[in-house]
């Protein structure tokens, strides 16, 4: 039983990218089929998990962008810390339905980021909104979509080397 519950989790994860469900964007493996001429704003959001040590916003709040159409724009991230630190991005679109129609061409969420002490990174994304939910009769009001990042550290960079978690005090034989 235990087994199932702990398998379920990466088997829901997988599902919501997939679909698109909770507002997961999906991966865009083809190109849109068009532009169209309905425009929606797209507003850019970042947060920071409590504990790490970054700092950043969106190179845009906010822009007009027309469904179909391949935009790049990107978030500038500061390490303010006074060690390497690496951290992945989760992110979601709102409203939550619409997900399914928010297409990731290329995007630092999808690995890991690694910044030394006071780096600071521009992180680009590039993205369309599926010119499929014009056809969707639950869209047809839709005039905004918010994209929002949370970084989180991963917990490979809390770790240190062996030598440096080694007490000089203590006798090796």
Do not use: H
Not at 101 to 130: H, S, W
């Amino acid at each position: 039983m235990v087994g199932a519950a702990y398998a379920a989790v990466p088997f829901y994860n997988w599902f919501c990218r997939v679909t698109g469900l909770n507002g997961t964007p999906q991966i865009a493996t083809a190109a849109p089929s068009g532009i169209l001429a309905r425009e929606v704003a797209v507003r850019f959001d970042l947060n920071i998990a409590p504990g790490l040590s970054w700092k950043g916003e969106p190179d845009d709040t906010e822009m007009t962008v027309k469904i179909g159409d391949i935009i790049t724009t990107a978030y500038r991230i500061t390490n303010v810390s006074d060690r390497t630190v690496t951290a992945q991005a989760a992110y979601n679109v709102t409203p939550l339905t619409a997900g399914g129609y928010f297409q990731k061409i290329n995007c630092f969420c999808f690995t890991d980021q690694t910044l030394a002490p006071g780096e600071t990174r521009e992180m680009p994304v590039v993205f369309y909104v599926d010119p499929a939910l014009d056809r969707d009769a639950e869209f047809d009001g839709l005039n905004a979509i918010t994209l929002s990042y949370t970084f989180y550290e991963t917990p490979t960079s809390k770790l240190r080397p062996l030598a440096a978690r080694s007490d000089p005090t203590i006798a090796r034989p």
